[in-house]
């Protein structure tokens, strides 16, 4: 067996949109890692997730990226619960709809983006195992070669062989159904619609979209072939449409798990490696892109020893209820695809509620990612939600809240020179920015806020601290979030 011994501080298992968004978060923060992805390159046999959300497109806005992904897809109101569509177009962001744009394209552009910045990615390969001591991790993989980091993340999977190997519990519940999906050509137009616990709807290139349940939940277990899907078919409308040429064929089922422990020393998880789901509502790679960005920065800092290992913590704090919840929204929302006469009525009662406008906000605010609210409450409503993304006037002339956030660095926005910010950093070096914005301050569901004088805003995007006048919990924020 060859060996050869490479030292990284970090070590991504997995090229996915996790593994992508994280390693570039790390190299924006000047961290040497490498990725470790199995396939030989970056294309998909098949659509995946075929969308972003509103603060998926927010995040990839704060790195400067948002139009290359714009550029290709088609905006549109892409949230829905249980079938039923949610608008968001009255929500206070610059972004207020989802984008319809396949996973592979996704991929595609995000793999153009890390190779820009650099990002060493090693194909055709799988980590096969690994050993962490007090300092760091050995890692194998399938070539024969060890590598050497500081840090091993899995962003590898629902089978993630990274969860596995660290003793990681996968908690949840076993499949209940299992749903072939596949786009194909037909000889005869069948009616488009919901129908057979999915639907049937165009699809890419003039092909028929196709996902059904099967009848039997351990199919799962199988190659899905062109005759299951004529089969599926036949059990719906008594006919196969003469169905043919499948661009692809694939299963996937309603296991809902979740890792118990997003961290183990040195060895953490994001994406699928760490959770799993029916991908109702289409929230699944936008939960896994903010895994990482919430996860990069503070790992980065951990790294460089400008913050101690304990910040790590809050990447298990925030990220797991936010998983959690997402979880349990899609469970909901299986449970209403039944069609006895009681489930109907059910989802005909959810289906009105969500016409109102309160109920509406707070789940699309969910589901969108615009919501998200890493508690505890603390004073100002701002604090632990994303910053809006606000027509900033500075001394240097108009910019935009977002484009100060490019580089993954914090910010402390000062918006009343009154306030002194400068004797509560106490030599804490963190960018700065005087500015004025004369606006109305609104958040998704909470609606119109107090002003506030200054912010403290994480590389994330996510707000810190909020001043109203005073410094008042300045000094607090900066020793937990940035502190040596």
């Known amino acids: 067996m060859v060996s050869a011994l490479a030292d990284h501080q970090v070590v991504i298992a997995g090229g996915g949109p996790a593994g992508m968004m994280l390693a570039a978060e790390l190299t924006l923060a000047d961290i040497d890692v490498v990725v470790i992805e199995r396939r030989s390159t970056q294309e998909l046999d098949s659509p995946r997730s075929r969308g972003l959300h509103a603060r998926t497109i927010e995040v990839l ?17 892409v949230q829905a619960f249980a079938g039923i569509p949610l608008d968001i177009s009255d929500f206070p962001t610059r972004h207020p709809y989802g984008l319809a744009l396949p996973q592979r394209d996704v991929e595609r552009i995000m793999a153009g983006w890390i190779g820009e910045l650099g990002v060493r990615v090693l194909r055709g390969r799988d980590v096969t195992g690994f050993a962490q001591d007090e300092h760091g991790v050995d890692v194998t993989c399938s070539d024969g070669t060890t590598r050497r980091a500081e840090y091993v993340v899995g962003c590898d999977g629902s089978r993630s062989l990274v969860r596995k190997t660290a003793g990681i519990e996968f ?28 639907g049937i709807g ?12 099967e009848a039997d939940v351990d199919h799962r277990l199988a190659e899905p072939t062109l005759d299951d899907v004529r089969a599926a078919l036949v059990d719906v409308d008594g006919t196969d449409y003469g169905a043919h040429s499948p661009r692809f064929i694939s299963r996937f089922t309603d296991t809902t798990r979740q890792a118990t422990s997003y961290r183990t020393g ?25 895994d990482s960005v919430n996860l990069g920065w503070k790992l980065a800092r951990v790294i460089r020893r400008t913050s101690p290992p304990r910040l790590l ?10 998983a959690a919840s997402v979880m349990r929204s899609t469970m909901a929302q299986r449970a209403l695809q039944a069609n006895d006469e009681r489930t109907t009525a059910l989802r005909t009662v959810v289906g009105d509620l969500l016409t109102l406008d309160e109920p509406r906000r707070q789940v699309a605010g969910a589901i969108s990612g615009l919501d998200i609210h890493y508690g505890p409450d603390a004073g100002h409503p701002l604090v632990g939600r994303r910053v809006p993304d606000l027509d900033l006037t500075t001394p240097n002339g108009p910019t935009r809240v977002y484009d100060c956030l490019t580089h993954a660095t914090p910010l402390l926005l000062d918006l009343d020179p009154a ?15 005087d500015a004025t914005y004369t606006g109305t301050w609104q958040l998704p569901v909470l609606g119109e806020i107090e002003p506030p ?21 300045l000094d607090l924020a900066l020793s937990t979030w940035f502190g040596s």
């Open 419 to 433: 306030t002194r910010l400068d004797s509560a950093l106490h030599g804490i070096e963190i960018p700065r920015i």
């Open 171 to 198: 908690a949840g519940w076993d499949p209940t159904v299992c749903w072939i999906h596949t786009e194909v050509e037909m000889d005869e137009q069948p009616p488009f619609g919901l129908r057979g616990g999915g």
């Open 202 to 213: 165009p699809a890419e290139s003039g092909r028929i979209g196709v996902t059904l349940a």
């Open 61 to 77: 806005d704060q790195r400067g990226i948002a139009d290359r992904f714009l550029t290709e897809g088609t905006p549109m109101q």
């Open 453 to 473: 004088s200054a912010l403290l805003i994480r590389p994330d995007g996510y707000v810190a601290w909020a001043g109203t006048g005073t410094t008042t919990g």
């Open 313 to 322: 913590d809050t990447y298990q704090s925030e990220r797991h209820p936010v």
């Open 266 to 290: 040195r060895v953490l998880l994001a994406g699928d490696a760490a959770h799993v789901h029916a991908p109702f509502g289409g929230q699944g790679l936008n939960l896994g892109v903010q």
